[in-house]
């Protein structure tokens, strides 16, 4: 069996009804590099840790619905993940795959735009199919994508243009520069829009005494009367 194949370097078990996957820590099988087992009733990414030759993994229509902190721990030699058609709902705990140039996780549940910000770790990424998730129908989905993942060379099959990475970063910066907010504390400049004015240092003393000196007056107005009537007795 797989057991006595030490070094064994590709393996593919498609569609074999396979439905847990620690048995492959029992494996000594430090010398794979492609594992395919697509088509299967897989639940939980586990069993592979110590796979660190490991270069391509296809784990297409299982049932993994994510991915938990320790599903790619090991695998630090991985350039390509497939994991269309499982349901997953999340892009978290990517991160142990630093050297991860293609992923493809088409036909799932991806749906906020913030789940794209979690491919941020990747840092050598080259294509990425997100096609067939909730939120590859989302407006901002390339540029979303393209801010998040810096080295993308590809998104959906489509080519991302050294013009369309332009127009998204210049798109950031005006977003950035709507954001600012600026205080003065005298006029501002004519080509300042103001969100909001601190008053003057002056102004504040100035209005301070103002009321400081009404309060007074209207209290000694208030006691004329009784003094007056004193008087009279």
Partial sequence: GIATMPHLQVLEMGNCGITDMSSFAKFPLHSLRILHLPGNEITKLEGVS???????????????KMFDEKSFEGLKSLREL??????LKSLANLYPLPRLRALYLSLNRIAELAELDRLRSLKHILVIHLSQNSVARKPLYRSQLISAVSTVRAI????????????VEQMLIVNDQNKQVYVFNEPAPPNV???YVVPSVASIVG??????????AKAAAASEPRRQAEEAG
């Fill in 207 to 216: 209005s301070a005494a103002a009321a400081a000196a009404e309060s007074s």
């Fill in 82 to 87: 497939r994991a269309e058609d499982n349901g």
């Fill in 50 to 64: 110590h796979l660190e030759q490991l270069r391509e993994l296809v784990i297409d229509k299982n049932k993994v």
């Fill in 156 to 167: 959906d099959g489509r080519e991302v243009t050294d013009d369309e990475r332009e127009r």
């Fill in 193 to 195: 829009q103001l969100s």
